[in-house]
Each structure stands twice: as structure tokens, then as C-alpha cells.
């Protein structure tokens, strides 16, 4: 499964596995040095525990952790395995990918040259790199729009594209939707760097990692320092859905100089990067952004349900709502890492975690458990419970979706409810079902030949989730049980039949899709439907106004060998 398809289906929210984490918990501790007890010294005893289940249930294999508030690093862990085979612990010198954490780093680092004088959010961005390349209808797309994501193009394509005569595309106005836009993100690094007249790294090291005493941490992921890091691990298959106990491997060694998501960083030193933000704005010996910089950062510029039914996105964060309180958050999604960023900026307290492995959640739980034990410490209450993790075959209400489905052609699955879960019987087995990083809107099937695709399930009324469910599909596969009225034939153009296929590119960052044909349309991994427009263009529609796009490229025997998404080749494999 494409990366492009496992953010969108994921954020929004075997043996061999569950070796990795059993037995794994232990804590390598950094706290206060030769400073008095911490505040929070009660909290821990409830928050290890929660970690220790935390990694066990969620078959991780390490993680780090800190907790700061305004007055600084109040404790920094490290749980589990960095090494997984030899049982080597984590600690708390090495480095973790943050990923799209590095967006509020970013961000922070343009409202110090707003504050200079030296830049306007509202002005175009051609007009300070007119070398991009872009075709619209629409206004201008402008820092402010690049920065809250909403500029209407591409979310994951190369900023230079390969072919010198194309150009990215922008399918909505300015300002009008929120869509998540790595692409824009390497845009406006590119505008630090002019502006600066640096290197990225030295931008980011003099401007917020010096201020803030971040000695330990890396502005750019390069090799030079890959025996600093966790090792890090993602799924063993990297083409399909990973199930929660699917088996992890080791990842390679990654490059990533892209201000979308850049930074190694130590927890100690997230720590005081938390601090800052729990000051709104303040670092130890001065600001290192205005209070009225600091207003446009933490403002709720555009609602942004992919963080949450109640989230907006400020500049390079999220901003939310727990217990009343305003939080400013991210997550961050790495090829094989994982880590979440909360901070309370009404309470002045925050969490940083980071697992050394993608297997398709963010640690939010633990980052929020750190932050609502630290509330509560101050507040004098009783430390909340420990969180309930989900299992991974929890269903709720299983018996909706109970039943014997039949495909076209006479095609017959059958699914058992039984308690919590849901089974398909096959061939006298017992197939279990399991959630995919806890959406029930995506399921996995953990057998082989039945892993290559997620399984979802259609309702009576699709706008109404309390409706019957009256329909199965699995990537080209479409059942419908016995309380479905609709239509049970569909036609489609033929041609679209040589578009059908496996495409791959070997950049991890990119992986496999597969475009299959479904109730008489195309649609990628089963997932994304694709809606056909002009030249030859069919735009992404899990989202209703995704300016994600595919063309088709090089028919050779009646089949394409080469799609291009959003502007990435992939190109066809013979593997199904």
C-alpha cells in the first residue's frame, strides 16, 4: 500500500509479531539531574504502566518519551527494544524521526522573518521563488495558504518534477479546503533558504535549535549520523495493509533534507522545544517568536478533520481541544518512525512520543496520557485511569455485519460474529478479522492471499453510519448480501480494463498501488475511487475535493506500464 494511501486512510484516527514486544519493557531514565524531585514524580508509576501495555498491545518495538512544562524537561524515558533481535534498550541519547513535526520547526522559523520584516504571509509565493512551477484559474497561492495547507495542489508530489515542461496543479481555489500538503511544506523550506541565505540545516539550527539549547538533535536526516538513531523497523511486506502482530523488518537507511519532515531529535530536546510552546513563544533567555507571532501560530486558521472532528490547523500544528483546554498537536509518520507532539498551552504542559517503527498509528495516547497525568498533578486530583488500547480484532457491534455475501459470478463469503469479533469462514477455517490502526472502516484479513487488500463494508445510505450494511468489498472483489436493492451489473469503459495492474516504485516513500476496477470503476488499493476527467486525467476521490491525480502512460500489449501520481512513477509489475 501506497504512502499516499496510508496517511489518508490511516491518520484519520502474528506469533512471530507479538515476540517483538513481549517481554520488552524497561525504562532508561534521564530526569531533572541534580534538580529537586519533579513535580509530576507520582504520575510516573501510572504512566509507565500504561506505556509498558502500550507497547506490548500495540506490538511496538521502543519508544521515547518526555514530559515538560513551562518551567522546563520534567522527565525523559526511553521503553522497549532499539534493537529487536540482539535485545538492546532503547535510551535516551539517540535520535528519533519527529517527521511532520518538523512543520511547526518550519513554521516558526517564517514567523521570525515575518517579525524581521523580511517576509509577507499574504504575498504570493512566486513572488519570492518565481521558479516554481504551477498551473491555475485561481488566485495566487500565498505563504499564508502554504503554511495552513489550503494552497489546492498535489499533497505528496516532488516539488522539481521530472518531466522539465510539467507542472504541479492547483484543482481548488486558495484558502478554500484543507488538504495536507507535504509538497508545500518543501516549498516553503525552499523560502527559508532564500531568504537566509543558508543551508536548511543551518536555518533551523540558528534559529530554533541554538535558542532553545537543542545541542543533541540533527536539523536533516542524512547517513553521516545513522548510528545515533533507534533502529527502526516498518512492515515486512511494505505492499499491503499491516495488521497490528504482522511481522516488522528492519528499515534502510533514508535521506530526507525536505523541510516536510526533517528532523532527528532526542526527547531531552523536544522537551525543551515543548517548553517553548507551553511559554507561548518564550525560550529560555528570550522570545524566539513575538507574541503576536505566536497568535498566528496557534490560531485556528482552517478546520482539519483529518487531526479530529473539532481540530484547525495553525501554522505547522494542529489546534484542538482536550478536557476544555486548547492543545496545540501533531503527529509525525516516517518510513519507520512514529511520534506525537501534545501541548497544553492553557495549562503550560506537554508530551513528546516517539515509536522506532510505522506500522501505521501515532503514538497520541501516550503523548495525551502524559499530558492529562501532568494536569492533574498540578491540579492537586486524582491521576486518571490508564487509557484503555483496543484490541485489534475489536469490533463493535459485530453482528451488523454478519452474514453470507454474494459476489457476481456467484461468489460467496460469510462472516460469523462472535462476541467482539468477526470471522470469515472459508474452507472449513476461520478467518479473523482485525481493525486496521483501529479504524473499523478498514479491516484486515490475516491469512495469506487474503492480506493483499483491506476489507471494508457498504451501507443502506452511505451518508447515514447507522444505516443496514448491506454490501462487502475487498480490493477488485464486491459481495452484497441479501437486504442490498441496488444494482448488481455496471458498466464501465473498456479501455480502462488495460489500466488495471500492480505499480511499484522502490522508494520507500512510495511502495505499491493497485488499480482495480469495482462496481464499474477504477479505484486504487480498493480504497481511493477514481473519478475520470479531462487528458486522460482521473482525480484521487476519498476526499471530495482531493486535487490528487493519476495518469496512465506507455500501453504496451494493451496494458499500461507507467502511472504517474500526483506527479511519482510507478511503473507496472508482474506480481499480482
Not at 483501529?438 to 463494508?457: C, H, I, K, N, W
Request: net charge negative; with cysteine.
Amino acid at each position: 500500500m501506497s504512502l499516499m494511501m496510508s496517511r489518508r486512510a490511516f491518520v484519520r484516527a502474528s506469533t512471530q509479531g507479538v515476540a517483538v514486544a513481549a517481554g520488552s519493557f524497561f525504562v532508561s531514565e534521564w530526569a531533572l539531574g541534580a534538580q529537586s524531585p519533579s513535580t509530576y514524580q507520582p504520575a510516573f508509576e501510572s504512566l509507565d504502566r500504561f506505556i509498558e501495555q502500550y507497547l506490548r498491545e500495540m506490538n511496538a518495538p521502543g519508544l521515547t518519551f518526555v514530559m515538560a512544562d513551562g518551567s522546563g524537561v520534567q522527565r525523559v524515558a526511553s521503553y522497549g527494544f532499539s534493537d529487536t533481535e540482539i535485545k538492546a534498550a532503547t535510551n535516551t541519547n539517540q535520535l528519533f524521526q519527529i517527521g511532520s513535526i518538523s512543520k511547526s520547526f518550519l513554521a516558526v522559523c517564517l514567523l521570525q522573518l515575518h517579525d524581521e520584516g523580511k517576509l509577507d504571509l499574504q504575498r504570493p509565493i512566486a513572488d519570492y521563488l518565481p521558479w516554481f512551477r504551477v498551473e491555475s484559474s485561481f488566485a495566487p497561492i500565498t505563504i499564508h495558504h502554504l503554511l495552513t495547507h489550503t494552497a489546492g495542489i498535489e499533497g505528496n508530489a516532488p516539488l522539481f518534477l521530472s518531466d522539465p515542461s510539467a507542472k504541479h496543479h492547483a484543482a481548488n481555489p486558495p484558502g478554500q479546503y484543507f488538504h495536507y500538503c507535504n509538497t508545500g511544506y518543501a516549498l516553503l523550506g525552499h523560502l527559508l533558504t532564500t531568504l537566509d541565505d543558508k543551508p536548511l540545516g543551518e536555518c533551523l539550527r540558528a534559529r530554533v535549535f541554538a535558542p532553545l539549547g537543542m545541542t543533541a538533535s540533527e536539523p536533516v536526516i542524512t547517513l553521516d549520523f545513522r548510528d545515533r538513531l533507534a533502529k527502526n523497523y516498518q512492515g515486512f511486506r511494505g505492499d499491503r495493509p499491516y495488521a497490528r502482530f504482522d511481522r516488522l523488518a528492519e528499515a534502510p537507511g533514508i535521506v530526507m533534507t525536505d523541510a516536510s519532515g526533517c528532523i532527528a531529535a532526542t526527547p531531552h530536546d523536544m522537551g525543551l522545544y515543548i517548553q517553548m510552546i507551553a511559554n507561548h513563544g518564550a525560550g529560555p533567555k528570550s522570545r524566539v517568536i513575538s507574541e503576536s507571532g505566536f497568535a498566528l501560530f496557534s490560531k485556528r486558521h482552517i478546520a482539519a478533520d483529518e487531526f479530529g472532528p473539532k481540530a484547525s490547523y495553525g501554522y505547522g500544528i494542529a489546534v484542538d481541544t482536550l478536557d476544555d483546554h486548547t492543545i496545540l498537536r501533531h503527529t509525525g509518520g516516517m518510513v519507520s518512525f512514529a511520534s506525537a507532539l501534545q501541548v497544553d498551552i492553557d495549562e503550560g504542559v506537554g508530551a513528546f512520543a516517539s515509536v522506532n517503527a510505522m506500522q501505521g498509528y501515532r503514538p497520541n495516547p501516550v503523548a495525551q496520557y502524559g499530558l492529562q497525568l501532568m494536569r492533574a498533578q498540578r491540579a492537586g486530583k486524582p491521576l486518571p485511569e490508564l487509557p484503555k488500547i483496543v484490541p485489534a480484532t475489536f469490533i463493535e457491534n459485530p453482528q451488523q455485519y454478519a452474514g453470507i455475501y454474494t459476489a457476481p459470478g456467484d461468489k460467496k463469503w460469510e462472516f460469523q460474529a462472535e462476541g467482539t469479533n468477526l470471522y470469515l469462514l472459508q474452507v472449513g477455517k476461520r478467518i479473523p478479522i482485525e481493525t486496521i490502526a483501529g479504524s473499523q472502516e478498514m479491516l484486515v484479513l490475516r491469512e495469506p492471499g487474503l492480506d493483499r487488500y483491506a476489507l471494508t463494508f457498504g451501507r443502506e445510505k452511505s451518508d447515514d453510519p447507522k444505516s443496514r450494511v448491506v454490501e462487502a468489498a475487498w480490493g477488485p472483489l464486491w459481495f452484497f448480501n441479501a437486504m442490498y436493492s441496488g444494482p448488481k451489473s455496471f458498466d464501465y469503459p473498456k479501455e480502462w480494463d488495460r489500466y488495471v495492474g500492480h505499480y511499484r516504485n522502490e522508494n520507500p516513500w512510495v511502495g505499491s498501488m493497485r488499480v482495480v476496477i469495482r462496481k464499474g470503476k477504477l479505484s486504487v488499493d480498493g480504497l481511493a475511487p477514481l473519478e475520470p476527467a479531462a487528458d486522460g486525467y482521473f482525480y484521487f476521490r476519498d476526499e471530495p475535493h482531493s486535487p490528487e491525480w493519476l495518469r496512465f502512460h506507455d500501453i504496451v500489449n494493451d496494458k499500461a506500464m507507467r502511472v504517474k501520481a500526483s506527479g511519482e512513477d510507478l511503473w507496472r509489475v508482474s506480481a499480482e
